[in-house]
């Protein structure tokens, strides 16, 4: 196990090179950012003071070099270190994620194995159809949705507010519109996976023996049809982190996706180059998780 | 069966974990404590006066800051930290200001004279600051830009409460630019102290205002508390609470719920809001100009101006162009009566606003006569012309507007977006034929507009984007910019406005209406703004004046 591990960690060092040089260059495509650091009338002179200091003035390579040594740097807006910047937004970002995957594994898993469970009942024909408008439905929308019925209409909730992003009554909104569109496609997933299972000879042969319908599915079939679903709950959070852009620039949340869509709209590189560098650690680690919980779900593909 | 209840366990964990996380955060204000709370799109830039370019940071640094002199909302100096507008002194071009006793700033030291000097020398340092064309015309400005000396020998601490400020000749807007939040007095040691702990002066700033620093959390909130050792008297307010709420919608709900004493309004909904609670709105005209501008020169291998393209050659297609747009209904149904057709360029409000200038009004028959009296009938044998803009949806409706007026009297654009600083670059390296611009007044003065904007020197990205070049207007504009002669300056300002209006450089389009929502309750706020005030922030307004009656 621990070579298995050592050998996928050491598989992902090229992919986080790959993924510096790509925003590197990336964002040196999209120009200089000296314009938006100096006034408009700055001289010539004043132009290269700021280059010096923000060391834009150096070769490429020595630029690249110190991100490959993950010194980020100042940011060109705040003036503050973007590992701090960063960070301070992650926490807000991780309890959104944290919750909106509680919300999706739970209903979404639930929703799946009772509609495998009642197969073409009018519970799985209304949840195949909450799944395919679950897909269908933009973050950002469902989020504005939500606020003009909870909190506009019927003044259940709080509007967003940026000034108490870890008070639960404000993580609701961000939370749910976050989760639900997970949730859709694991309980599709899990419906599937299970039905598939619910066909192997084992579990004919079980049924043969008399074992009760809820034990078959909850100890044979389910522990079964986990690998995909934990494949897709994986990649899932990976994608709740990147969806959370959206959502918490609807509902005000502070977080990773706000800090840089700001970024890039004050061009501010460091930023940008932090947050990327988070969000694919993050995704390294999540598939890292996730190929490790394989082998604890199904031994053969530890040995493969 | 033990997976499932592993998933079950793991399930319980995370949601442990996520209960963990949420944390209860103690108010910035207690419950009988009032802050005044203003919506921010996004956080500002910086709150360090040195490093202001944008509306949203001066609103903020000028609670927290003053300067010597200040405009009212007659536009009109008044004095601030100074205690009294002082007068210029020909003989050596000279100010001399005479400081208010016992100005205390934050940190509860007197404000005094070295202050002054300290604040404005390092205005003067290009390394921290991005507003040195403030203090140019200084003596000694120029040597200390370069880093020849050390120190300006044009600012002058003549004791603690008198300090003096010599210029290189006559400039009548030194003391409009002084105005400006950027040439406020901050303390020496608060800056030391933020370098000394690795942090910057923006993200702890020290002044003399109403109001001081107390906490700023990005892209959630910036917390200000009443000083009451104010020079203009305790602030009737508590505190000020900046949130950052990036949806325009929300903003508007959560004023409508009574959370915000101030903000915006979202495009789409100014008519509604203003037939249904007309009581709430606001309304202020605003110093600004947008315009299409129009590339006039260029320089050729050798450096001698010439005519760029067809239209910097064509008078009468630049006419034609100005004679096309129906501004009315860009102002009304575009811009849902937010701006009114812009007659000329100065915006009316701005002193040595000339009522009686008056542009091309919308004509499509005199359009169509100019395009065939150009040489091309109908547009017959005319090229499209890209125009070029800011990528923002409510331009992008402006231009797809001028667009349609345009085609209509046969004259064909193609509408070509940029994200802002790659649009500022292209007009600035490679200017394009057409574009659309807005300027926004720094200080009420004529020359902000058509010295800075149209003289030969200020030629591309210091301010002429157009390249507009002519002799003529050069040596009236250096004539202006010499004397103290408000009238003569005025005058001179005025012809030079009518001949730009004569060669169309710019395609003038509307002057800006500053609308936005205020609660009922809050007093001492809408009366005191200024055309120099943009946005929902209240630039200008003394917050000190300011209270609420709820």
Known sequence: MLTFVLRRLLQTLPVLLGIILICFVLLRLSGDPTNLLVSPHASAQERQLVRERFGLDRPWYEQLGRYLRFDLGLSYQQQRPVAQIVMEAAVVTARLTLGAMIVAVALGLTAGMVSAYRPNSAFDYAAAAAASVGVSIPAFWLAMLLILLFSVKLGWLPLPSASAPGELQYLVIPVVTLGLISTALIARLTRGCMLETLTQDYVRTAQAKGIGRMKMLLGHALPNALVPIVTVIGTNLAGLLTGAVLTETATSMPGLGRVIYTAISQRDHPVIMGGCLLFAVVFIAVNLAVDILYGLLDPRIRHA | ?550
């Open chain 2, 1 to 550: 069966m033990n997976r499932v209840i592993a998933i079950v366990v793991a399930l319980a964990v995370f949601a442990a974990i996520f209960f963990l996380m949420l944390s209860h955060e103690s108010s910035d204000f207690t419950a009988s404590e009032k802050p005044f709370r203003f919506p921010l799109t996004q956080d500002p830039p910086t709150l360090d006066p040195v490093m202001v370019t944008d509306v949203d940071s001066d609103g903020i640094v000028q609670k927290i800051f003053s300067t010597l002199v200040h405009y009212n909302k007659e536009l009109v100096l008044e004095p601030g930290l100074a205690e009294a507008v002082p007068e210029w002194t020909p003989a050596d071009n000279s100010y001399t200001f005479k400081l208010r006793k016992g100005v205390k700033f934050h940190n509860g030291r007197e404000m005094k004279a070295a202050d002054v000097k300290y604040s404005w020398e390092r205005l003067l340092s290009p390394d921290v600051s991005k507003r040195t064309e403030i203090l140019t015309e200084v003596k000694g400005a120029q040597e200390l830009l370069e880093r020849k000396t050390q120190a300006c020998e044009g600012l002058q601490v003549v004791d603690d409460y008198t300090f003096k400020v010599t210029l290189t000749g006559p400039s009548p807007t030194f003391l409009p630019k002084i105005a400006m939040c950027c040439a406020a007095v901050i303390p020496k040691e608060a800056v030391d102290q933020a370098d000394q702990s690795r942090s910057t002066f923006s993200q702890h700033p020290v002044g003399t205002g109403p109001f001081r620093f107390v906490a700023w959390q990005s892209n959630r909130k910036i917390v200000l508390r009443r000083f009451d050792d104010y020079y203009g008297g305790k602030p009737k307010l508590d505190g000020i609470l900046y949130e950052v709420v990036p949806e325009s919608q929300t903003r508007l709900d959560r004023f409508l719920k009574g959370e915000f004493e101030v903000t915006d309004i979202p495009f789409g909904q100014f008519k509604r809001i203003r037939g249904e609670k007309p009581e709430l709105v606001s309304e202020n005209p605003a110093l600004r100009t947008n315009y299409l501008g129009i590339l006039m020169n260029k320089k050729d291998e050798k450096g001698k101006i010439v005519p760029a393209g067809l239209l910097g050659s064509n008078a009468n297609l630049r006419q034609a162009l100005n004679c096309a747009i129906n501004r009315a209904y860009l102002c009304d149904a575009i811009l849902e009566g937010r701006s009114v057709p812009a007659l000329s360029i100065l915006p009316h409000g701005m002193p040595g606003h000339d009522p009686k200038l008056v542009g091309w009004s919308y004509n499509p028959e005199k359009a169509k006569a100019l395009l065939a009296e150009a040489g091309y009938p109908e547009g017959k044998g005319l090229p499209a012309f890209p125009l070029y803009y800011r990528k923002d949806n409510d331009i992008e409706k402006v231009v797809l507007a001028i667009q349609n007026d345009l085609k209509a009297v046969g004259i064909n654009v193609e509408l070509r977006s940029l994200e802002w600083g790659t649009f500022l670059k292209k007009v600035y390296n490679d200017p394009p034929e057409l574009f659309y611009m807005g300027w926004v007044a720094d200080f009420p003065d004529p020359c902000n507009f058509i010295e800075w904007l149209f003289h030969t020197n200020q030629w591309g990205e210091p301010g002429n984007e157009t390249r507009y070049s002519d002799p003529e207007v050069d040596k009236l504009l250096d004539a202006a910019k010499a004397s103290m002669d408000q009238k003569f300056r005025f005058e001179t300002y005025n012809k030079v406005e009518k001949k730009l209006l004569e060669d169309c450089n710019w395609v003038l389009l509307e002057w800006r209406v500053n609308y936005i929502l205020v609660q009922p309750y809050v007093k001492g706020a809408k009366e005191q703004l200024s055309p120099l005030d943009v946005g929902p922030l209240m630039n200008n307004v003394d917050f000190s004046k300011v209270e609420m009656t709820r």
